[in-house]
């Protein structure tokens, strides 16, 4: 990681009351410790709070932290303006929830293989240490082991118009939305985008894990029948419950691989009919539709590459028959 830029601000809010905003003079000097800090916050980000993923709202007067951060990106402001102007927004949607308490806002520019801009709310969290007289006495520390209330902009996916470029931990319900809406983020990836997500992920992760075409086409099989029966049901797919079906002795190590910025998995979404896919094979033209259960490829279903061919073997009788009566006569004979 490339850390670029990095400021703290303070936000006090009690319940129900107005927040208190204390803002940086200037930007950090970034050392060492910046440095693995912001890489056990990316680490935490991606592994344990499960982002979701979306887009800024087009309003942008009414959203208007896009702005302040293209304004930063294309230099026409510092990193400290952007932050402050920021920070006075976030101000006025905070004290919009009775709820709502402050804590520190971090603000980071940074870049691994494309750059980011990171917006988190961090809190204190009780802790202990072991003084020099071998003593205990409290200690006050930043907890980033839950985050629930942060956004990473990917401005690389940004700047070239991408489907999707923000993403945001999870969080607690009510605290995820005021962060969503400070930051402008109204429109989240459609089901179909996500299940397209989540196909390449589950892809690409089970040839990673060199199984066998068998063992691949039952761990499908059954998260589709998992996605169909939660799609009956209007209910939301959990991938939790997908990586546990992978496997339920190591059931977070799918997860942690859906969920990251390459693949965008939220951890809920709704599923989409393009999910049939992970069990069956299908192709529509003017001319004809072919469908067939992935399982029987290989065995009632040879495709030859080189021909460019599929053969269909052990045809159903109702088929046969009805391909037998168009026959021409003189072939009905042979």
């Given at each position: 990681?490339?850390?670029?830029?990095?400021?703290?601000?303070?936000?006090?809010?009690?319940?129900?009351?107005?927040?208190?905003?204390?803002?940086?003079?200037?930007?950090?000097?970034?050392?060492?410790?910046?440095?693995?800090?912001?890489?056990?916050?990316?680490?935490?980000?991606?592994?344990?709070?499960?982002?979701?993923?979306?887009?800024?709202?087009?309003?942008?007067?009414?959203?208007?932290?896009?702005?302040?951060?293209?304004?930063?990106?294309?230099?026409?402001?510092?990193?400290?303006?952007?932050?402050?102007?920021?920070?006075?927004?976030?101000?006025?949607?905070?004290?919009?929830?009775?709820?709502?308490?402050?804590?520190?806002?971090?603000?980071?520019?940074?870049?691994?293989?494309?750059?980011?801009?990171?917006?988190?709310?961090?809190?204190?969290?009780?802790?202990?240490?072991?003084?020099?007289?071998?003593?205990?006495?409290?200690?006050?520390?930043?907890?980033?082991?839950?985050?629930?209330?942060?956004?990473?902009?990917?401005?690389?996916?940004?700047?070239?118009?991408?489907?999707?470029?923000?993403?945001?931990?999870?969080?607690?319900?009510?605290?995820?939305?005021?962060?969503?809406?400070?930051?402008?983020?109204?429109?989240?990836?459609?089901?179909?985008?996500?299940?397209?997500?989540?196909?390449?992920?589950?892809?690409?992760?089970?040839?990673q894990a060199g199984l066998e075409k068998k063992a691949i086409?039952?761990?499908?099989?059954?998260?589709?029948?998992?996605?169909?029966?939660?799609?009956?049901?209007?209910?939301?797919?959990?991938?939790?419950?997908?990586?546990?079906?992978?496997?339920?002795?190591?059931?977070?190590?799918?997860?942690?691989?859906?969920?990251?910025?390459?693949?965008?998995?939220?951890?809920?979404?709704?599923?989409?009919?393009?999910?049939?896919?992970?069990?069956?094979?299908?192709?529509?033209?003017?001319?004809?539709?072919?469908?067939?259960?992935?399982?029987?490829?290989?065995?009632?279903?040879?495709?030859?590459?080189?021909?460019?061919?599929?053969?269909?073997?052990?045809?159903?009788?109702?088929?046969?028959?009805?391909?037998?009566?168009?026959?021409?006569?003189?072939?009905?004979?042979?």
């Open positions: 990681m490339d850390l670029k830029k990095i400021i703290i601000h303070t936000l006090v809010k009690k319940k129900g009351e107005n927040a208190k905003l204390t803002k940086a003079k200037k930007e950090l000097a970034i050392t060492a410790l910046h440095q693995t800090f912001m890489e056990d916050v990316k680490n935490v980000y991606y592994k344990k709070s499960n982002p979701i993923y979306g887009v800024f709202d087009a309003e942008e007067e009414t959203y208007p932290y896009q702005k302040f951060l293209d304004n930063y990106l294309e230099d026409k402001s510092t990193f400290l303006e952007f932050t402050v102007k920021a920070m006075t927004h976030f101000e006025k949607i905070i004290n919009e929830e009775y709820n709502a308490t402050g804590g520190y806002v971090l603000f980071c520019h940074f870049k691994t293989t494309e750059e980011f801009v990171a917006a988190i709310m961090l809190n204190d969290k009780n802790g202990y240490l072991v003084d020099e007289n071998l003593d205990l006495k409290a200690n006050m520390r930043l907890d980033i082991e839950k985050l629930d209330v942060a956004n990473f902009t990917n401005c690389s996916k940004w700047n070239n118009n991408e489907d999707v470029y923000l993403s945001f931990t999870k969080g607690k319900k009510n605290i995820s939305n005021y962060f969503k809406k400070f930051i402008g983020c109204t429109d989240f990836t459609s089901a179909k985008e996500t299940s397209e997500n989540l196909k390449k992920a589950l892809g690409d992760y089970l040839i086409d039952e761990i499908k099989e059954n998260i589709f029948s998992y996605c169909q029966n939660k799609m009956s049901k209007k209910e939301d797919i959990s991938l939790d419950h997908i990586s546990s079906l992978i496997n339920d002795e190591e059931p977070n190590l799918f997860k942690e691989f859906a969920s990251t910025e390459q693949y965008q998995v939220s951890p809920t979404f709704k599923g989409h009919n393009t999910l049939r896919s992970l069990k069956y094979y299908s192709t529509r033209s003017k001319d004809f539709t072919l469908v067939f259960d992935s399982k029987l490829l290989g065995k009632k279903i040879v495709y030859n590459e080189k021909k460019n061919d599929i053969l269909i073997k052990d045809i159903p009788e109702d088929l046969k028959t009805q391909l037998t009566k168009q026959l021409p006569a003189a072939e009905n004979n042979e």
